[in-house]
C-alpha cells in the first residue's frame, strides 16, 4: 500500500518540471506540450486526494479537466499553426510585431 | 507488487518529464510527453480510479498527442533552424529554484492513511452518477467549451480568410 | 495468490498463443481464398521434400525469408522511432484480447476460472483506448523514414485511423445502453436471454444499424480494404516504403492480427459471444419450456469455446471475402464517408436506441 504522499511528491515534482519548462523554453510547441505536463500532474493530485477521502468528485473533476485540456490543445495548436503561416517560426522570442 | 509497479511508473515518468523539457527537438519531447502520460495512466490504475484511467489513454494519450504530433510533422523544422535556448548557468539556475519550487508546493501531507475503498469506488457507474446528478453544470459547460473550441480550430487553421 | 497469478498467466500464453498462430494461417488463408475466388490455385509450391501440405509451409517460408533479409535503417531517419514503430503498431494488436471472453466460467476440481484474461469494469471503454494507440505505429513510421511521400502516407493513413475510431466508438454506445453495462463478459451473458421466447437476444437483432457502422468503421480502422488507401499496393506510396524484413513483417503481422481482433469484437458484442443457442450453465434449455437436456459440465464449456472460435473464424472468412469483392475508396471518399455519413449515421442510431431503452423500461 502506498501513502498517497509519495503520489503528491510525483505530482509536485512533474508541475515543477512543467513549471521550468514553459518559463525557459522559447519553442512555443515545446511551452505547449509542458503545459500539458502541468495539467496532468494536477491531474494526478486530483485522483491521489479523490482516493484518500473516498470522494468520486476527483474523478469527475479529472475528466472535465481532460476534456477541456483538449479543447485548449486544439485551439492552441490552431493559433500556433496561423502564426506559422504568417512568420515561418515557432520562436515565441521572435512574436514582437507589436512592441515600439 | 503494488510497490514495484508504483516505483517504476514515477521513475519513468519524472524522467519522461524532465526529458520532455530538455530535448531540442519537439518530436523527442512529444514521444516522452507520450510516455510520461502512460504512466499517468498506470498511476489511476493504481488509485482505483480505472475509468480516468482509460480515459487518459484515450484522450489525452490517444488523442491529443497525435494531435500534436500532427502538427509537430506538418510544420516539419529543420534541424538548423533549433538552436540552444539558454546557456548552462540558467538551466543550472533553473533546476534550483526547481527544486525550491516543488518544497513550496507540496502540500501538507495529510496524517491519516487512506482506507479501502469501497468496491465500486472509481467504476464507471460511480463516475456516471456523480457526473449527471451533482455536476451537471459543469458537464453541461463542458460540452458547450467543446463546440466553442470547434468552430474556433476550425476557422483558426483554415487557409483564407473565412 | 500466487495460483491466481499463474491462472492468469496461462490464459494470457494461450490466448497470445491462439492469436499469432491465427494471424500467421490468415496470411496463407486471404491467399487461398483469393485463389479460389478468382478460379486459379494460388500458392502450393513450398514444399519439403515434395510434401506441398496444400500451401501451408508458404507460412513458414515467408517467416524465413523476412527473417533473412537485410535489415535497414535509411540514411537521417531518426533510429530510434524507425526501430520502435513496428512494434508500436503490433502491440496494441495483441492487447486488446486480453478483455475479450471465450468462454464461461470453467471450474476445475473445485476452482472457478473466467475464461477471460482480464474482467475490466471499463471493458468496452478499453478497448477505445488501446484502439486510438495503434495511430502511433503508422504515424511514427511514416516520420521516422525521413521521406517525404512515406510521410504523407502516414498522415493520410492515420488520419483516416483518428476520422474513423469516432464511428466506432459511437456506434458502440448503443450496446452499452442495451445491455447496461460496459463489462464484456456481462454483454455475453445477456445475449443469452431469449427475447419473445425463442430467439436469443444478440446484438446484431437489437442494434442492426449499429452492427454495420461497427463493421465498417473497424475495417476502416484496419486499414483492409475497400479501406486500404494507405497499403494500396499497386497505386501509391505507403508509410512504410522505407522497411524491410521482419520489421515490415511486423506491421503486416499487425495487419492480420487486427483482422482477428475485428472478428473476435463482432462475435463478441453482435453475435452471442461464446453463446450457443438455447444452451446454458447445465446443458441445452429448449423454448418455450419444452425440455431441459443435462450435459456435463465440461462438455458444456467444451462446446462454448468451440462455439466462440467457429464464430471467429466465420468471421475472419467474411473480412477476407470482403477483402477480395470490393475496389478500393479514393482518399477523399473515406473522409467523407467516415464524417459526412457514419457518423451522422452513428449518432441518429444512438438517439433512436435511447429513446427505445427509455420506452422500453
Sequence with gaps: MIPIPHYLTVSAILFTTGAIGVLMRRNALIMLMSLELMLNAVNLSFVAYARLHQDMGGHVFVFLSITVAAAEAAVGLAILLTIFRARATVDVDNLHLLQR | ?162 | MFLDFVIVLIKAGVVLFALLNLAALLTWAERKQSAFMQDRIGPNRANVGNITAGGLLHIMADGIKMIAKEDFIPEGAHRVLHTLAPAAALFPALVVFAVIPFGDVLVIGGKAIPLQVANLNVGILYIFSIASLAVYGTMLAGWASNNNYSLLGGLRASSQMISYEVSMGLSILGILMIYQSAQLDVIVREQGQLLLGFIPRWGVLLQPVGFFLFLAAAVAENKRTPFDLPEGESEIIGYFVEYSSMKFGMFFLAEFVEVVIVAGLVTTLFFGGWQFPYLQADGFHWPFESGVWHLPHLLVALIQIGTFCIKVLIWCWILLLVRWTLPRFRYDQVMRLGWKMMLPLALANLLVTAVIVLLVT
Design chain 2, 1 to 162: 507488487m503494488e510497490t514495484f509497479l508504483f516505483w517504476i511508473f514515477a521513475i519513468v515518468a519524472v524522467g519522461g518529464g524532465i526529458m520532455v523539457v530538455f530535448h531540442r527537438n519537439p518530436m523527442s519531447s512529444a514521444i516522452y510527453l507520450v510516455v510520461t502520460m502512460l504512466c499517468l495512466a498506470g498511476f489511476y490504475a493504481l488509485l482505483a480510479g480505472p475509468f480516468v484511467a482509460v480515459i487518459q489513454v484515450l484522450v489525452y494519450a490517444g488523442a491529443v498527442m497525435v494531435l500534436i504530433l500532427f502538427v509537430i510533422m506538418m510544420l516539419n523544422l529543420r534541424d538548423e533552424t533549433l538552436q540552444r535556448e539558454g546557456s548552462m548557468v540558467t538551466w543550472l539556475l533553473a533546476g534550483l529554484i526547481g527544486l525550491v519550487l516543488v518544497v513550496a508546493v507540496l502540500p501538507p501531507f495529510p496524517r491519516t492513511p487512506a482506507g479501502a475503498p469501497p468496491p465500486e469506488f472509481g467504476t464507471i457507474e460511480e463516475v456516471g452518477n456523480k457526473l449527471f446528478t451533482v455536476y451537471m453544470l459543469p458537464f453541461e459547460l463542458t460540452s458547450v467549451l467543446l463546440l466553442i473550441a470547434i468552430i474556433g480550430a476550425v476557422i483558426l487553421a483554415k487557409r483564407r480568410m473565412l
